[in-house]
Nanobody
Framework: QVQLVESGGGLVQAGGSLRLSCAAS????????MGWYRQAPGKQREAVAT???????NYADSVKGRFTISRDNAKNTVYLQMNSLKPEDTAVYYC????????????????WGQGTQVTVSS
């Protein structure tokens, strides 16, 4: 069974840093695009950053210059380094990945992690 397990959330003061990690495990043939999304109370889930297998990245305008997404393909793991955090970054952060599971020869499926809380105090 494929699963994504996140870690690294917590409480930090404004201006501080956190690093999130998300590891994919289970019966996996390949892990393709990976990304981070977040959902603040009362708001819709939004994309924060995505990264392809080859390392191409995209960022939400609100985090450009402050957040960096990276991945370790050998470990099926994606990271989100968050610097200069602001109170408005407070949200539950979710890992996302397009994965070809071992039972699928042709199709990829999108998997989500359970979410990790990031709280930035002012």
């Amino acid at each position: 069974q494929v699963q994504l397990v996140e870690s690294g959330g917590g409480l930090v003061q404004a201006g501080g840093s956190l690093r999130l990690s998300c590891a994919a495990s289970g019966g996996i043939i390949s892990v393709n695009a990976m990304g981070w999304y977040r959902q603040a109370p009362g708001k819709q889930r939004e994309a924060v950053a995505t990264i392809t297998t080859g390392g191409s990245t995209n960022y939400a305008d609100s985090v450009k210059g402050r957040f960096t997404i990276s991945r370790d393909n050998a470990k099926n793991t994606v990271y989100l380094q968050m610097n200069s955090l602001k109170p408005e970054d407070t949200a539950v952060y979710y890992c996302n990945a397009d994965i070809r599971p071992s039972y699928s020869f042709f199709a990829d499926y999108t998997y989500w992690g359970q979410g990790t809380q990031v709280t930035v105090s002012s």
